[in-house]
């Protein structure tokens, strides 16, 4: 299959050579036992305790299915040993696309999709963050949307005689964001 | 009985990229005598940055449920991504008071306070429980019998279950029931429930599109001659993505994808032209031509 014109070759090349590595990597990992604690402690993650590796999520996964090395049932085992670094660094943890089938599905009621969401937001607390949530956080923080909404677009609207687009107060939106600790996520 | 009346949360993605299905939107509301009020301070729902920051998300999230108490209404949004995370902010402020408390920590600095005063609806949700499908029915001018369609509600119209739970994920009626009181047919097809794959085309446009092409092939071996959409990032996945999927496969779909306010529109008698059905990417005039 080609995919030759598609746009992001840089990013995958850059997955693709981390997963060979990953595979060549024979050294074993060092244990965390204190991450699962770290995970366990968020909202609507302290079910990963309960996860008893069936693979329900990674079967019900839609990337699973195109993806080589994207399986929810390694990551949370991966998560409950404590292999932090591993987890937490490897690219494909954001191949999630919160479809949420995997949480639905779960026979234990793991919340798959919350734990693998904590993951990510712990990955980001070690500025590990793709491009795009910068520019989405970024363009929040300046204009209160995730995407900047081209001029046009308020122009047509005039036109047809709807009412303006939202206005938000940008200032109280810069203010939840650096509240949040968010502040790390803009663009510098 | 008094006239529906909500907050209209309108997000991001409609007005950047899909503001037909405003459009449309708007004029079957009016039409349905639904009211809509504008949130002229209104931001963005939260969820693009909940990947990489929960708690940002719960806080743009909590603003937005904020103004919206003050407006005194329920909020309606035609976003399934705003849907499901008003609605999971919502529910878990309402019933989590340590996360209540740590929010509104945070929104009284802006001048603010989450009082759990209000609901989110998304407009199938709302279609369903307030408008009512006897009145849609009665609304229907023009009904489009000849035709045959196929649904995509999205993900997260109704996941995750434990904050959404108004319709059966894996076997979803409502949109079909909705599909179906316009007069044309809904036909079933693999893999409904499936991801269109929109969250990770920034990440890996290879996935995403691979999930949006499979359906695409679902939905036309089934022969549907349309696919109705209730999301605008669902609908930016079959239909401005669907020539690029059609030229990095070497496949021809050619599958008219319409925003089920579109649809209903249509059925009601309106004019293409009202419902912004010239901005669809995929060309659906032979469609439109074939109806009676």
């Given amino acids: 299959m080609h995919f030759l014109s598609f746009k992001s070759s840089t990013r995958r090349t850059t997955m693709a050579q981390t997963t060979v590595e990953a595979s060549k990597n024979t050294q074993p990992s060092r244990l965390d036992p204190s991450f699962k604690n770290e995970v366990l402690r968020e909202h609507d993650a302290e079910t990963l305790k309960i996860c008893f590796q069936c693979g329900t999520c990674t079967s019900s996964c839609p990337t699973a299915r195109f993806s080589n090395s994207y399986r929810p049932r390694t990551v949370l085992r991966m998560a409950q040993l404590g292999l932090r670094q591993k987890v937490l660094s490897s690219p494909t943890l954001w191949l999630c696309t919160a479809c949420f089938t995997c949480t639905d599905r779960c026979p234990q009621g793991v919340e798959v999709a919350s734990v693998l969401r904590v993951l990510r937001n712990l990955a980001v607390k070690r500025g590990e963050v793709p491009l795009i949530y910068r520019e989405l956080a970024s363009n929040i923080n300046e204009t209160g949307y995730a995407y900047k909404i081209p001029e046009i677009r308020h122009k047509k609207r005039e036109e047809m005689g709807f009412p303006p687009l939202p206005k938000p107060k940008t200032v109280d939106i810069a203010k939840l964001i650096e509240l949040t600790h968010g502040s790390k996520l803009l663009k510098r | ?292």
């Avoid at chain 2, 991504?81 to 989590?96: E, H, S, V």
């Avoid at chain 2, 739970?165 to 076997?171: A, C, L, R, S, T």
């Avoid at chain 2, 693999?190 to 085309?201: P, S």
């Fill in chain 2, 1 to 292: 009985m008094a006239q529906l009346k909500y907050a209209f949360f309108l997000g991001c993605t409609i007005p950047y990229r899909e503001a037909s299905y405003e459009i449309s939107a708007r004029r079957v509301f009016d039409k349905l005598g639904v009211e809509l009020v504008e949130m002229p301070d209104a931001n963005c729902c939260g969820l693009p940055v909940d990947p990489a920051n929960h708690e940002m998300m719960l806080a743009l999230s909590a603003r937005n449920l904020c103004l919206a108490e003050q407006q005194n209404l329920n909020i309606i949004t035609l976003c399934t991504g705003c849907a499901t995370t008003m609605r999971k902010t919502n529910l878990t402020l309402k019933t989590d008071k340590k996360m209540k408390d740590e929010i509104n920590g945070i929104l009284n600095q802006i001048g603010m306070e989450f009082k759990g005063t209000i609901e989110v609806k998304h407009l199938v949700q709302a279609l369903k429980e307030d408008v009512g499908f006897e009145k849609i029915k009665n609304a229907v001018q023009r009904p489009l019998t000849s035709l045959k369609v196929a649904e995509h509600g999205g993900c997260h119209l109704l996941r995750p279950v434990k904050y959404m739970g108004w319709d059966d994920p894996e076997e979803p009626q409502t949109l079909k029931n909705l599909i179906e009181l316009t007069g044309a047919k809904c036909l079933d097809y693999l893999d409904e429930a499936e991801c269109c794959g929109y969250t990770v085309i920034a990440i890996d446009d290879r996935v995403a599109l691979q999930l949006t092409r499979e359906k695409l092939k679902h939905v036309k071996d089934a022969g549907a001659e349309a696919l109705i959409t209730v999301c605008p990032s669902c609908h930016l996945m079959f239909d401005v993505n669907q020539s690029r999927i059609e030229r990095a496969f070497s496949e021809n779909y050619n599958l008219p994808v319409l925003h089920y306010t579109q649809l209903l529109g249509l059925a009601m008698g309106m004019s293409p032209d009202e419902l912004a059905i010239k901005e669809l990417r995929v060309d659906p005039s032979k469609l439109l031509q074939a109806l009676p």
